[in-house]
């Protein structure tokens, strides 16, 4: 497979991991905007990192934890939690029945 | 039968809740089971909102440490936490916080009866919501989501299903000692897993199968027991008729005593782990780990040990006094209270362990030596009644003492315990076997 | 003149010496706002108690100030839509940290400003609700993501706005604008409440009139939040304090990049730098490394990044489902899947985060030898309606000398350098200065706009 190229089926592949619906035509048209954004993107192969490490997080911070404390103050009450839900029913969240199970 | 033929290859993934006062990246109760009322410890944290960012609780990781040094493992100085993205409903963010490539435990051991069982890694990460399913529709509720979770992966060391149980049910003791966790199985606070296939006697030691079954959603040690055995022997069935045992996961049914197909597992899914950028990594100096080794309880193994060695105590007897940490502690001051006492250990504890006491792990240890001194104090009688009314005694009895003559001397049990319901006073027992004697022998 | 068109510190200047009542200022904000909202398409949703807010707050840092904010911070009880029919109808039950402090320093919310959708884009074309207009020139687009409000301050539709930077998004918009953009450094302020872009990179910031309002508004928020831990432990200074300095004997590097259709915007401002170097300030002409890579450090770690921020709309606790999202977020979230897939990790993602090192390593180069860097903030002026349609890396390619700051987490002010007399749009300078040095970005920034005529307060 070239480089480049990421042709429609894994495009429909990735699709299905990132849980987006896609129709044919967008799964075409997707694959062409990948081509461009890769070719910019596979300009990174240029650089020279051979003694380089990887920066995650540009403020080197460390061990930022908080103590185990409960503050009641800072969450919601339950009517608050559902106040955007979709579908609701006796205070729990709802959707239509899950078939598979994951993990847990 | 033809797994004798097989030599099961196993390892366990253990998940355990820990008893923070808090969830693991939030400040919401950590309290799932007790909440009454579903989605009442949530926020935008744990609820997955727009904009909602985490924050590690300190003592969640405390613990992790505490866990591993515990189970003798290396503790990464260095560590971080991960995203783990895939899509569930229970899943609020899409993604679970969790350790990949850099846990904060590796390469420990737990010993048991039939060896050791190494432990591969031990990690923290948050726990998912709860999922109600009915007829056709799912409830959720979150106030179990962002509640730290351990997970504790040994090698394929299990060798067989009486070892896993004890595996777990040890590790299950250590959580508790350290109080870190409650590991209420029907709660669903400790999770058991299985990862289940089987090699032939004759392969190499090292040698892996190349498929592996996983036991899923195996809420008890008896359970898993039957499990794996029952997964012996569908696996052995399979490969006896040159079979390879399909990639899955499978659940057990409890009315069936079987394991059942779940999910098949083509290829493992790709989870896409990357370090979490909202959450900057942990670093531990040396001599903090080493503080944390220090302060560690004493671990049940340890416990007994020591137990049995000070207060000449078999070890097996000692065992079964550091059950759990609360009951160690009682008996060990009752030891040394009885030692002080000049009471021979093993004889009160015995004592109590018959039930000859009514005790409670509660109870103040000096209380209960007064009771068992008061059952052990001699009452004074003469001699000379003791040795008429045994006079007595075995004029009533002449068929058990003719018994006794001619050669059946286990009756000689029966004639003291008859005694001393006569003498029906608490006088030295050994007294009165040499009274008994003398006089059955002449 | 009407009193919706004073800075931040003209309107406190007046409230505190009586000469103006704060429902006054209300009123004529009331009438700009029916005026020309509707035409520019700035305001998606109106805060109706505004006025009613204002009146109790004259005893405090910003008086009931009106404010306006960009649509990704939540707002508590106000609908926060992200410029995405995912959130259309998505009220949240919280508050950013921003907004709540902006509102206890008594900065009022007036409304919340349109964006591209999830802040992807440097155009304000990609929101779900239609694009945002350029004030100074409506044919044209006002930049973005946070085009509505940069759009909002060149109106007078408020009197600054809030919004945030992942790569350009505040910078590029206000100098489409014509405004003044400041990112501070990533760290500087707390992300909590705010929609999640590219975790490692997302910035609130200010979009003012001046510099100096600029600093009186993110006094009122700057500083540390035990809700982010990215969030800078280390107390924030007051930012006013770097006002009206000397800036005699500033090292300042004017970052050269010899590209293509540059050469314009580089000559106007190496001119317009003059009046720094006669303030005693050094300029330098310096080669600062090749901005592509910066791009493609961006595109591949933002785009992974927010296919995981963005996994958690899954229409289950709220909004709609993902069905919804628009090309532009979809077009992003599959890309930043690919990216951190199996077998594409490695060459993408992990090799990205190597090349984000190579910058931090030459920036600090060069802030061993300058005191601040300056560059144009965009490679032209605002760009005509419909411009980003059919092009996926549009937005990176507007913000090419934005990004290399951006990934690096730099704070940089821009401010308006040229304006062009036909078409009446600007082109602003980006002051760029080390991590945690706001100090010396704003001290420099002040005293070119004080010293200049390009900015259209200070000089109606």
């Not at chain 3, 003209?10 to 706002?33: F, N």
């Not at chain 3, 489409?176 to 990179?201: D, E, H, N, Q």
């Not at chain 3, 030459?362 to 601040?372: I, M, N, P, R, S």
Request: charge should be neutral.
């Amino acid at each position: 497979m070239s480089k480049k190229q990421v042709d429609q089926n894994q495009i429909k592949d990735i699709a299905k991991l990132a849980h987006i619906p896609i129709s044919d035509i967008e799964s075409q048209q997707l694959a062409k905007d990948f081509a461009k954004t890769l070719a910019v993107v596979d300009q990174l192969k240029t650089a020279d990192v051979s003694r380089i490490d990887s920066t995650h997080q540009v403020t080197a911070f460390k061990n930022v934890t908080r103590e185990d404390k409960v503050d009641e103050s800072l969450s919601f009450t339950q009517a608050e939690a559902l106040a955007n839900a979709p579908q609701q029913k006796d205070g729990f969240f709802l959707v239509p029945k899950v078939l598979t199970t994951e993990d847990n | 039968m033809s797994e004798n033929n097989y030599q099961l290859v196993c390892g366990l993934e253990i998940h355990s809740e820990l008893k923070t006062k808090s969830k693991m990246f939030c400040a919401c109760k950590n309290d799932p089971f007790a909440a009454g009322k579903p989605n009442i410890h949530t926020c935008p944290v744990c609820l997955g909102m727009p904009g909602g960012l985490p924050l590690a609780n300190k003592k969640a990781i405390e613990w992790t440490i505490k866990i591993g040094l515990a189970l003798n493992c290396q503790i990464n100085l260095f560590s971080k936490f991960d995203r783990k993205n895939y899509f569930y409903p229970d899943l609020p963010k899409g993604y679970q916080i969790s350790q990949h490539d850099i846990p904060f435990c590796h390469d420990g051991f737990l010993d048991t009866s039939q060896g050791r069982v190494r432990i591969q890694r031990i990690h923290l990460e948050e726990d998912t919501a709860k999922l109600i399913h009915q007829n056709n529709y799912t409830l959720i509720d979150f106030n179990r989501s962002g509640v730290p979770l351990v997970e504790i992966v040994t090698e394929t060391d299990i060798k067989n299903a009486q070892q896993a149980k004890e595996y777990a049910q040890k590790l299950r003791q250590i959580l508790r000692y350290l109080d870190v966790a409650d590991c209420d199985m029907e709660k669903g606070g400790m999770r058991l897993e299985a990862n289940i296939s089987l090699k032939k006697k004759t392969d190499p030691d090292g040698f892996l199968p190349n498929y592996k079954v996983e036991c899923k959603n195996i809420n008890s040690f008896r359970f898993m027991e039957m499990a794996i055995n029952y997964e012996m022997e569908r696996q052995a069935k399979l490969l006896d008729q040159g079979q390879t045992p399909k990639q899955e996961t499978r659940g057990f049914s409890a009315e069936s005593g079987k394991t059942f197909s779940q999910r098949a597992k083509e290829e493992a899914e790709d989870y896409r782990y990357f370090p979490d950028p909202d959450l900057p990594p942990i670093e531990f100096e040396p001599a903090e780990i080493a503080q944390i080794k220090q302060e560690l309880v004493e671990l049940p193994d340890q416990y007994a040990a020591r137990l049995s060695e000070e207060h000449q105590l078999s070890l097996d007897l000692a065992q079964r006094l550091v059950k759990n940490k609360k009951r160690a502690e009682f008996f060990e001051q009752l030891l040394i209270l009885a030692k002080r006492e000049k009471i021979e250990s093993k004889k009160i504890i015995n004592t109590l362990l018959n039930k000859k006491i009514d005790y409670h792990l509660s109870d103040d240890p000096k209380n209960t030596i007064e009771e068992y001194k008061k059952l052990n104090e001699l009452e004074e009688m003469s001699p000379e009644i003791i040795t008429e009314l045994i006079k007595e005694l075995l004029q009533e009895n002449q068929d058990v003492v003719e018994k006794y003559q001619s050669g059946k001397t286990e009756v000689l049990a029966f004639l003291i315990g008859q005694s001393m319901k006569k003498i029906a006073k608490k006088v030295d027992v050994n007294l009165v076997k040499k009274v008994l004697l003398d006089q059955l022998n002449n | 003149m009407t009193f919706n068109q004073l800075t931040i510190k003209e309107a406190l200047d007046a409230l505190t010496s009586g000469s103006l009542k704060i429902e006054k200022l209300y009123q004529d904000l009331d009438l700009s706002i029916q005026d020309k909202n509707k035409l520019y398409n700035i305001y998606l949703n109106f805060n109706t108690d505004a006025k009613k807010e204002a009146k109790l707050l004259e005893n405090t840092q910003l008086k009931g100030l009106p404010i306006a904010v960009k649509d990704n911070f939540c707002s508590k009880n106000l609908p926060t839509t992200a410029s995405s029919k995912i959130l259309e109808n998505f009220i949240p039950q919280y508050e950013s940290t921003v907004t709540k402090r902006l509102q206890k320093a008594g900065g009022v919310i007036v409304g919340k400003t349109n964006l591209d959708a999830w802040a992807h884009g440097s155009s304000t074309e990609t929101s779900d609700f239609g694009p945002t207009l350029n004030p100074r020139n409506p044919d044209h687009l006002p930049g973005g993501s946070s085009g509505g409000s940069a759009a909002a301050v060149a109106a007078d539709l408020c009197l600054a706005a809030i919004a945030s930077e992942t790569a350009g998004s505040i910078r590029q918009p206000a100098a489409w604008c014509g405004t003044v953009g400041l990112k501070p450094s990533y760290g500087r302020v707390s992300r909590f409440g705010v929609i999640a872009m590219a975790s490692s990179m997302d910035t609130p910031g200010v979009i003012s009139k001046t510099v100096e309002d600029a600093c009186l508004v993110l006094n009122s928020f700057a500083g540390p939040d035990s809700r982010d831990a990215t969030c800078y432990q280390n107390p924030a200074p007051d930012f006013s304090k770097f006002l009206d300095q000397d800036i005699k004997g500033l090292k300042i590097g004017l970052i050269y990049h010899d590209l293509e259709g540059l050469e314009e915007v580089n000559e106007k401002l190496a001119q317009e730098l003059a009046v720094l170097s006669q303030l005693g300030a050094k300029v330098e002409k310096v080669q600062a490394l090749d901005p592509h890579h910066a791009i493609a450090v961006y595109t591949v770690v933002q785009r992974a990044e927010v296919s995981s921020n963005l996994a958690r709309f899954d229409g289950v606790r709220y909004g709609k489902d993902r069905a919804f999202f628009g090309d532009e977020a979809k077009r992003r979230i599959m890309l930043g899947t690919f990216i951190l897939s199996k077998g594409y990790a490695e060459q993408y993602y992990n090799l990205a985060q190597k090349v984000r090192t190579l910058y931090l390593n030459d920036f600090a180069q060069l802030f061993k030898k300058y005191d601040v860097l300056v560059s144009p903030s965009s490679p032209g002026f605002a760009k005509k309606l419909d411009a980003s349609a059919g092009s996926p890396m549009f937005g990176e390619l507007e913000d090419i000398l934005l990004e290399a700051s951006s990934i690096s987490g730099l704070p940089g002010i821009s401010v308006p350098y040229y304006r062009d007399p036909q078409s009446n749009l600007f082109l602003g300078a980006n002051f760029v200065a080390a991590m945690w040095r706001e100090d010396l970005a704003i001290k420099v920034a002040d005293a070119f706009e004080k010293n200049t005529k390009w900015n259209t307060w200070r000089n109606r």
